[in-house]
T-cell receptor
Framework: GQSLEQPSEVTAVEGAIVQINCTYQ??????LSWYQQHDGGAPTFLSY????GLEETGRFSSFLSRSDSYGYLLLQELQMKDSASYFC????????????FGTGTKLQVIP | DAGVTQSPTHLIKTRGQQVTLRCSPI?????VSWYQQVLGQGPQFIFQ???????GRGNFPDRFSARQFPNYSSELNVNALLLGDSALYLC?????????????FGEGSWLTVV
């Protein structure tokens, strides 16, 4: 089976940096993805790490350590619009396309 | 370009009824997946279809079924609705069935069972 754990809530100040952690247990591993979901909206793809290291996309960066079964999403220069839920996710290794999502972290950005 | 489109956006059904949800993938995408998201949780995989064939199924009862049409659109059917089926149903599409492809979600269909 697969399971992914994240902190349930994080609060950070506008303009600051916040890190959202994700630890996972999987029977097979094909990379770690991150999705953003605003209340009432659809999950939106943010980033994907197939290999160890840091991937940067604008204000967002994502890191993966396969040996530690750990990854994080780093959000810089926080804006109020970043208030949302963030999910880490792993892709299935069973020959079909299934994404297993983490428990989700609700980020609140305050002035 | 249009993204993944789903209909209806909101609906209310009575326990025991049946519901059909529809999805049109991004143009050129041949794989469609369905997810259920209960409030406060992450999406849970229900089905994946590729080239009109079921490729994968999650831990959902047989009351849940789906199909994919020649134009790659898809329908999700849920029979004998239960109160616990109330959720956001998300459709996602990707270019192919390859594990490495990114999936893109639609805005979802909010189902309330009363």
């Amino acid at each position: 089976g697969q399971s992914l754990e994240q902190p349930s809530e994080v609060t950070a100040v506008e303009g600051a940096i916040v890190q959202i952690n994700c630890t996972y247990q999987t029977s097979g591993f094909y990379g770690l993805s991150w999705y953003q979901q605003h209340d009432g909206g659809a999950p939106t793809f943010l980033s994907y790490n197939a290999l160890d290291g840091l991937e940067e996309t604008g204000r967002f960066s994502s890191f993966l350590s396969r040996s530690d079964s750990y990854g994080y999403l780093l959000l810089q220069e926080l804006q109020m619009k970043d208030s949302a839920s963030y999910f880490c996710a792993v892709r299935n290794s069973g020959g079909y396309q299934k994404v297993t999502f983490g428990t989700g972290t609700k980020l609140q950005v305050i002035p | 370009d249009a993204g993944v489109t789903q209909s209806p956006t909101h609906l209310i059904k009575t326990r025991g009824q049946q519901v059909t949800l529809r999805c049109s993938p991004i143009s050129g995408h041949k794989s469609v997946s369905w997810y259920q998201q209960v409030l406060g949780q992450g999406p849970q995989f229900i089905f994946q279809y590729y080239e009109k064939e079921e490729r994968g199924r999650g831990n959902f009862p047989d009351r849940f079924s789906a199909r994919q049409f020649p134009n790659y659109s898809s329908e999700l059917n849920v029979n004998a609705l239960l109160l616990g089926d109330s959720a956001l149903y998300l459709c996602a599409s990707s270019l192919s069935s390859a594990t490495g492809n990114t999936i893109y979600f639609g805005e979802g269909s909010w189902l309330t069972v009363v």
